[in-house]
């Protein structure tokens, strides 16, 4: 964003922030607890698929492409759908919750119909070619907890209905093609701790709902189109919910890791980013035009006024190494 860059230039710039972590045990624990497999074999339970589910898998089945036939044995009338047979299908109970498809060149679209599989806890179809809209019914599952989507295709916006799914922890539609602007509604899946959009082209404002979400341990807004102020309600410091409010002061606020490198941000360091005692800061400020970029050691200046260098923490020329991947791995399941 090229602007014109007064005598308070650090204090205007673009920002692109990388802010990093060292893993701390919760956080360890953290990304354990979303890194949670479905491990049992799937080898079923003896309960034959409901009629619901095998109509939504069916129509799943008829809306994607698999050119490598990869689910060629989604073939019959729905016996062998709950007994093992079907590839990447996990059942309770004759309902399916888990769907686990990766890398298998799959394209085509996402059924809206997969609002169907009502005990759906798991979605993983990470590293395909599925394009179109993700679905508007996934935010009707009350039981999802992890959806896998990074690495494809899909396009238009993040569905606001997701922000329904209470029980959802972990939402990754990194490197896709989304457009449209990140909804407010996503701070109202209280137990969201990990959210990645980052590498696609989201545009608008970072809502401040989200920053101040006491569930967030990882978000990842990088390489996007967003735009204006970074939020100052990190730590829930202008919570719009007092509950939010009351987590902060309780200190169970957990941001560790947030990316939000890439995008047209401008303004100031917020205040409340001073909050975040997890987190560990590596800090860039450019602007487009390299004559009126401003010193780094500036910027991180500014930045140690409003909260202190950590004990022991990492200084401002690294550049969020180990951290960043030691969170990537944990999140790319
Ligand atoms: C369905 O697919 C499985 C695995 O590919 C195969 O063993 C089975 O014979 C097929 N059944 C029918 C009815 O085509
Ligand atoms: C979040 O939930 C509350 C009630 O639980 C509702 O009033 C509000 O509209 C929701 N926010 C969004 C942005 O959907
Ligand atoms: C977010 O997704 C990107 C691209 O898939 C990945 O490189 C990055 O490590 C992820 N970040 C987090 C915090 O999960």
Redesign the pocket.
Known sequence: MLRPFPATAHHRCTLLLLLTVTLLPSLAAAAAAHHQHLHDHAAGDGVVISQADYQGLQAIKHDLTDPYAFL??W??TGL?ACSG?WVGIKCVQGKVVAITLPWRGLAGTLSERIGQLTQLRRLSLHDNAISGPIPTSLGFLPDLRGVYLFNNRFSGAVPASIGNCVALQAFDASNNLLTGAIPPSLANSTKLMRLNLSHNTISGDIPSELAASPSLVFLSLSHNKLSGHIPDTFAGSRAPSSSSLKESITGTYNLAVLELSHNSLDGQIPQSLAGLQKLQLALHCVDQSPSVRPDAREVLRQLEQIRPGPEGGAGPSDEGGAGHVAAASAGNE
């Open positions: 060629r044995s073939n019959d062998g047979a």
